[in-house]
């Protein structure tokens, strides 16, 4: 099946550092990517949505200068989570889509901050 | 955000039963998606469905669309150890690169 990888599985890092976490699609083109953050026993939210080449939407309540969005390929999205503090710890998910193609997920990234 | 009604919550059962879980919606969908989410992982797809009535199986799971396409069924046969997980239903209005609006989750445990 298709594979989109993500990176890195996981990030411990202190309040203030910003983090960027990648998302490729390795066996096809992705035109569409998604990012969701995922709190403990709970669905997956929906943070923003971003297509190849354009700005991407994101979702009511989502800071876009927050948690910023590139998706410069049709194989690579990354969402950079700026100045972080520790209420942006969560599980970050991306998943992707593409011609004739459901949407994919990564494995995920665990992102602590101190 | 809209979520998907899925039930059970959660289940219980032992090695060797039958599972059933179901999800429903308010408002059509024209696709529907079946997750597997084990624990530190993203969701791994497990069937999707395109058309309503579609019955479709991948091994010892079957998924149904319903026809009214407001909902959709899955079915595990013969549950083992690496069914546990967690299941999420996801509908879409169209096949493609639209967002998912995703059940609540079905957490299955397998009692020893």
């Known amino acids: 099946g298709a594979v989109v990888s993500q990176h890195p599985s996981r990030v411990i890092c202190k309040s203030g550092t910003s983090v960027k976490i990648e998302c490729r699609s390795l066996d096809f083109q992705a035109t569409t990517m998604f990012w969701y953050r995922q709190f403990p026993k709970q669905s997956l939210m929906l943070m923003a949505t971003s297509n190849e080449g354009s700005k991407a939407t994101y979702e009511q309540g989502v800071e876009k200068d927050k948690f910023l969005i590139n998706h410069a390929s049709l194989t690579l999205s990354t969402l950079t989570v700026t100045s972080a503090h520790p209420e942006d710890s969560s599980f970050y998910i991306c998943s992707a889509s593409g011609h004739n193609q459901p949407q994919h997920f990564g494995d995920g990234t665990r992102l602590s901050i101190l | 955000g809209q979520q998907l009604n899925q039930s059970p919550q959660s289940m219980f059962i032992q090695e060797g039963e039958d599972v059933s879980m179901n999800c429903t919606s308010s408002?059509?969908?024209?696709?529907w998606l079946w997750y597997k989410q084990d624990p530190g992982e993203g969701p791994v797809l497990l069937i999707a469905?395109?058309?309503?009535?579609e019955l479709t199986s991948n091994g010892r799971l079957t998924a149904q669309f319903g026809i009214t396409r407001k909902d959709s069924f899955l079915n595990i046969s013969a549950s083992i150890p690496s069914d546990v997980g967690i299941y999420f239903c996801a509908g879409q209005t169209n096949f493609g690169n639209e967002k998912l609006t995703f059940g609540t989750g079905t957490r299955l445990t397998i009692i020893p």
């Open positions: 469905l395109y058309k309503a009535g």
């Open positions: 408002s059509i969908f024209n696709t």
